[in-house]
């Protein structure tokens, strides 16, 4: 039986990721009534792949690793205090006569909204699991799908399956902290860029092709693999002490592809908008990786200035006499409070 949340809000953002928190943050600085969806458990998006990778590439913001960041992009996307439901992926979008838009998600819930914004970027992420016997029984262990903390690698014997750039910035990033680092790929070249590849023999990493995974040995970890060279049918077995697994990330297309709204796609995912983020559906827009458009940015720093854009727009939308952007933040009264934390306290 579905749950109607019956609370009609202003704006409701789909997705918790850098575009979607900021986007919450602008909305709560333009007074309207924000909702954020996320799928997840946990806010900040796909920026939780790479949490130990260093970005340097946000405008006045030095060098900050991806933990950091989210961090500091949630407290930020909470400044107003909006709505939050985690886990609650949205399957179906209708437009009701009242012109509001109708939200049901999969856990049997239907939201409510007088504007919608995707920043979904690429789908809900899942890493694809590795296909060896018994392989969830070490995910709380010594099998890993992502690198939250470079120190669990330290002085470790290390493999990592996986042939694509980021199983090979990994393999060099390891190196000088493990004790040895063993890069295989069941293909017949690596799937990264020349230049990384060509760092793993500089970074004493043994790496083979055509060679996959077959068993994980072990009783509470891992400390044995097995593997198969896909051409010789040869088998080894290797002592490790932790294994990483970068085959790739599942991703759900269903919203984009199975909404009852006719959203304008790029490539049957992207909405094709315009340059303010406006999709050919009045109310619906797009920022981030889910928005397409000829001058789109693909950074971080773009998905921020999506967010504005989109919130100025449903601003705009829902109150046409409105100024078409917010006051900037040094003047803005809604901040005289909250300045005195930072200025008086901090």
């Given amino acids: 039986m579905m749950e109607h949340n019956e609370e009609v809000y202003d704006v409701t953002i789909i997705g918790g990721g850098p575009a979607g928190l900021f986007a919450a943050f602008y909305a709560g600085l333009r007074e309207m009534k924000v909702k954020v969806i996320e799928a997840q458990s946990q806010l900040g998006g796909k920026v939780h792949v790479y949490p130990q990778k260093m970005i340097w590439d946000i405008?006045?913001?030095?060098?900050?690793?991806?933990?950091?960041?989210?961090?500091?992009?949630?407290?930020?996307?909470?400044?107003?205090?909006?709505?939050?439901?985690?886990?609650?992926?949205?399957?179906?979008?209708?437009?009701?006569?009242?012109?509001?838009?109708?939200?049901?998600?999969?856990?049997?819930?239907?939201?409510?909204s007088k504007t919608v914004i995707m920043a979904v970027g690429a789908g809900?992420?899942?890493?694809?699991?590795?296909?060896?016997?018994?392989?969830?029984?070490?995910?709380?262990?010594?099998?890993?799908?992502?690198?939250?903390?470079?120190?669990d690698f330290k002085d470790k014997t290390v493999l990592i399956s996986g042939g694509g750039s980021s199983a090979v910035d990994w393999a060099n990033e390891l190196a000088p902290v493990a004790k040895q680092v063993i890069l295989i790929y069941r293909g017949d070249d690596f799937k990264a860029h020349e230049s990384d590849?060509?760092?793993?023999?500089?970074?004493?990493?043994?790496?083979?092709?055509?060679?996959?995974?077959?068993?994980?040995?072990?009783?509470?970890?891992?400390?044995?693999?097995?593997?198969?060279?896909?051409?010789?049918?040869?088998?080894?077995?290797?002592?490790?002490?932790?294994?990483?697994?970068?085959?790739?990330?599942?991703?759900?297309?269903?919203?984009?592809?199975?909404?009852?709204?006719?959203?304008?796609?790029?490539?049957?995912?992207?909405?094709?908008?315009?340059?303010?983020?406006?999709?050919?559906?009045?109310?619906?827009?797009?920022?981030?990786?889910?928005?397409?458009?000829?001058?789109?940015?693909?950074?971080i720093a773009g998905a921020f200035q999506d967010a504005a854009n989109v919130v100025n727009c449903a601003k705009r939308y829902l109150d046409p006499e409105a100024q078409k952007v917010a006051l900037v933040s040094s003047h803005n009264a809604r901040f005289k409070e909250k300045n005195k934390e930072y200025l008086y306290t901090k």
């Fill in 197 to 299: 590849v060509s760092k793993l023999a500089r970074n004493n990493v043994e790496y083979r092709t055509h060679t996959e995974i077959t068993a994980l040995l072990g009783d509470d970890s891992i400390n044995e693999v097995k593997t198969l060279n896909n051409q010789t049918n040869k088998t080894d077995t290797l002592s490790v002490d932790a294994v990483l697994v970068n085959h790739g990330y599942n991703r759900n297309h269903q919203l984009m592809t199975e909404s009852g709204l006719q959203i304008e796609l790029k490539d049957n995912y992207f909405i094709q908008g315009n340059v303010l983020g406006e999709s050919n559906i009045p109310g619906l827009y797009g920022a981030g990786d889910i928005l397409s458009h000829e001058g789109k940015l693909h950074l």
């Fill in 124 to 151: 809900v992420i899942d890493p694809i699991k590795l296909d060896a016997e018994n392989a969830s029984l070490y995910e709380n262990s010594n099998l890993y799908y992502s690198v939250k903390s470079i120190a």
């Fill in 59 to 112: 405008g006045g913001m030095t060098p900050i690793n991806g933990s950091g960041l989210i961090e500091q992009m949630i407290e930020q996307g909470l400044t107003f205090e909006p709505t939050i439901e985690l886990q609650q992926t949205i399957t179906k979008m209708n437009k009701l006569d009242s012109h509001i838009f109708e939200l049901e998600t999969d856990q049997q819930k239907i939201h409510y």
